[in-house]
């Protein structure tokens, strides 16, 4: 399978590849994760906002993995919405049910109903097998593991290889109203930050059948290289994390689907600012992610994360 061309002229260094991740979610999701009273702003995610998502990686010609939570797909307009996505060749995993907060503390069985309720909605609206997953917060551990290998996945994308996570962690139980959230068992901190088959424990390397897609750091001091960074310090962070990654043969770059989420769109409160993208005007933020979007495809083959585990010569250029 060759990877898609970038679009932009000149080609990306071979054997260097990125995955954009879009974590998509129903604005509701926000809301709840921030401990806000929500608004209605139903239908706007898979609308308004899916056009301005599909209009920037079409310019690009980059195909994304989309992250989707089952229960959004329970409402027909929102499944019209992401099989707009399917259309333009962008990949649909897996992100739970329910998104629930604290995933490593439910028990066994809530964990496997969350992984496979979703599975089933996500795969009746895709009409394919859905290969990966990534957990609400990031918040993975070995059980979760087990249960995906179980069920037939092919790669997971939750591993936060972080050495900034407890501070992460403080910043989040601070957003979300002092809920606990995740990033995971402790030690992801230390996994490896590039993608690797899954041992055991997994956040070491091994044979096991599955791979792991960790979120991308900044080499040596780990610092997360992701697009919130980008909307609270600016696309000039965005542009020197980038030179950072230039020995890098692997990126994920991750953005939310309220990141395009318009000030003067439905269901918009004033309260959301408490957010750092959304103290943007809609404007920025469109130029940004643009921009981000566009140097990814000039410096990398952009691919899904279901074109690189199914590709062994990508599989080989990466690990
Ligand atoms: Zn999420």
Request: net charge neutral; aromatic share 12%; charged share 25%.
């Amino acid at each position: 399978m060759r990877p898609e061309g970038n679009g932009n002229g000149g080609e990306p260094a071979d054997g260097r590849y990125a995955c954009v991740a879009l974590d998509y979610e129903d604005i509701k999701h926000l809301y709840r994760t921030l401990n806000l009273r929500p608004q209605d702003a139903r239908g706007i995610a898979y609308g308004i906002v899916a056009d301005r998502f599909l209009e920037i990686l079409d310019r690009h010609r980059v195909k994304a993995t989309l992250f989707v939570i089952g229960e959004d797909l329970l409402d027909e307009g929102n499944r019209q919405g992401l099989k707009r996505f399917l259309a333009a060749g962008h990949e649909v995993a897996n992100h739970t049910m329910t998104h629930p907060f604290g995933m490593r503390r439910l028990s066994h069985d809530e964990k496997v109903r969350e992984i496979v309720d979703a599975q089933k909605i996500l795969e009746d609206v895709t009409s394919q097998p859905v290969i990966g997953y990534k957990a609400p917060a990031h918040d993975i551990d070995g059980d979760v593991i087990d249960i995906l290998e179980e069920q037939g996945f092919l790669y997971d994308a939750s591993v936060y290889p972080s050495f900034f996570n407890p501070v992460l962690n403080v910043c989040y139980r601070v957003a979300g109203g002092g809920r606990p959230l995740g990033l995971g068992e402790w030690q992801c901190s230390f996994a490896p930050t590039r993608p690797y088959r899954l041992g055991s424990p997994f956040w070491r390397r091994g044979t096991r059948g599955m791979v792991e897609f960790p979120i991308s750091q900044l080499p040596g001091i780990r610092f997360p290289f992701y697009a919130t960074v980008m909307f609270v310090a600016g696309v000039q962070s965005f542009r020197l994390a980038l030179s950072c990654m230039r020995r890098s043969r692997f990126v994920t770059y991750v953005f939310h689907s309220f990141d395009l989420y318009g000030e003067n769109d439905r269901g918009f409160s004033p309260a959301l600012r408490s957010y750092p993208a959304m103290r943007r005007t809609l404007t920025e933020r469109l130029e940004m992610v643009d921009q981000a979007i566009g140097a990814l495809a000039r410096q990398f083959h952009t691919v899904t994360y279901r074109q690189a585990v199914s590709d062994p010569a990508i599989l080989n250029a990466i690990f």
